[in-house]
């Protein structure tokens, strides 16, 4: 096996060159545990530690290793144990914002070619939040796909009814309806999946994205669960995330389910999910219109004569507010941070003085 075909290319192989560490191993971050890493090369995957300089450097999470990260290693013990260094840039990121008030990213994966965005036939469909997953896959420089799984628990009416409100919703982003349970589908999932490319599944626990997985690999590698009756709910089976290299080639990356994705805290990205809005803000009167009060806004009007929907408006809105609003809170924290620690050097200095 050559890097290569864990997707290691040209963009990786000149940031390499750009580097200075030419003496080191480069090794891909497959999984990631608490404690703990798994990195894989050309030979072996290996249990792998982050070195202290690396952790203590480390500003916030997202300077840490993330599954499909590219990582300078050191091997140890015959190559059996690895030390990660640093980390090579990334290509593209999947992140989000930290739950709660706190104003920071959790990373979900790097190094990303598509985001498969599942959402389940049954109680899980819902445009919005698809809209926001979409929001988030643009952000990070990442073709969005959108898969309709549990197609075999909805009659075909339905579902051409889903499918259509998802064109009629002005969404453009190739949709593959599918069943774990009927195998229906499956082969134009496999039609995608190129040898060499990284994939993320990305959806609310429960939707099927581990079955998927196993099913795509031919054996039931990882555990997957049923899900609540009563309201459609998952449980959280997947606990970790994790890279696994399907036999033909492609790496697909399974994420624990999430439960909800609220303020997503992009700062690009929604004009991208949004081509339709832009498209008619082209006719607008002035140039920074915010479609919201200015005179001659086509936005406007596209909503009142029934050409846009009203609930994909608010949504545009919505996601745009909350994005410049976390873009200034973000901007915000980084300049504390920064803040701090300029004030621990000075009291270091001060502190070697006496
Ligand atoms: N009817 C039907 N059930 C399915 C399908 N795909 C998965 N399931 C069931 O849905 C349940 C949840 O599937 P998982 O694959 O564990 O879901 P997940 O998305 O990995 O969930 P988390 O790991 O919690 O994020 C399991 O009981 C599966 O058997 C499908 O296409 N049709
Ligand atoms: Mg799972
Ligand atoms: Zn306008």
Same mark, same amino acid.
């Given at each position: ?82 030390? &990660? ?54 952000? #990070? ?17 339905? /579902? ?10 002005? &969404? ?10 009927? #195998?229906?589908?499956?082969?134009? &999932? ?40 009563? @309201? ?10 994790? /890279?696994? &290299? ?7 990356? +399974? ?15 929604? @004009? ?46 919505? /996601? ?16 504390? +941070? ?17």
């Amino acid at each position: 096996m050559e890097l290569q075909t864990l997707g290691f290319n040209d963009w990786f192989q000149q940031k390499l060159k750009e580097s200075d560490k030419s003496g080191y191993n480069v090794a891909r971050v497959t999984t990631v545990n608490r404690d703990n890493y798994l990195v894989r090369n050309e030979t072996s995957e290996v249990l792998a530690e982050l070195a202290g300089k690396l952790m203590f450097s480390a500003e916030s999470s997202i300077d840490l290793p993330t599954v499909g990260d590219w990582a300078f290693v050191q091997y140890y013990n015959s190559d059996t144990f690895a030390i &990660i260094d640093d980390l090579l840039p990334r290509k593209s990121v999947l992140r989000r914002k930290t739950a709660g008030k706190k104003v920071d990213y959790q990373m979900i994966a790097s190094n990303i070619d598509v985001a498969f965005i599942m959402q389940s036939c049954d109680f899980n469909f819902n445009l919005r939040r698809l809209e926001r997953y979409l929001v988030m896959a643009n952000d #990070g420089n990442i073709k969005p796909m959108f898969l309709l799984s549990k197609s075999d628990l909805v009659s075909e009416e339905v /579902l051409e009814q889903i499918i259509s409100a998802v064109r009629s919703a002005n &969404i453009n982003c190739e949709t593959i309806a599918f069943s774990n349970e009927t #195998g229906s589908g499956l082969a134009q &999932i496999q039609q995608v999946l190129e040898a060499g490319k990284t994939y993320c599944l990305l959806g609310s626990s429960g939707v099927g994205k581990t079955t998927l997985l196993n099913l795509l690999m031919g054996r039931d590698a990882f555990e997957t669960n049923l899900v609540r009756e009563k @309201d459609g709910k998952g449980k959280h089976t997947t606990t970790r995330r994790q /890279l696994t &290299i399907l036999d033909q080639g492609a790496m697909l990356i +399974d994420t624990p389910g999430m439960r909800e994705l609220g303020n997503i805290g992009v700062s690009t990205g929604i @004009d991208e999910s949004f081509t339709d809005i832009m498209k008619l803000a082209e006719g607008c009167r002035f140039n920074d219109c915010t479609h919201t009060s200015e005179a001659g806004c086509t936005v406007m009007s596209a909503v009142q004569n029934g050409d846009l929907n009203e609930a994909r408006y608010q949504s545009y809105l919505k /996601l745009r507010k909350e994005s410049e609003h976390y873009e200034l809170s973000y901007a915000e924290k980084r300049k504390k +941070d920064r803040k701090f620690g300029q004030f621990i050097k000075s009291a270091k200095k001060q502190f070697k003085k006496k």
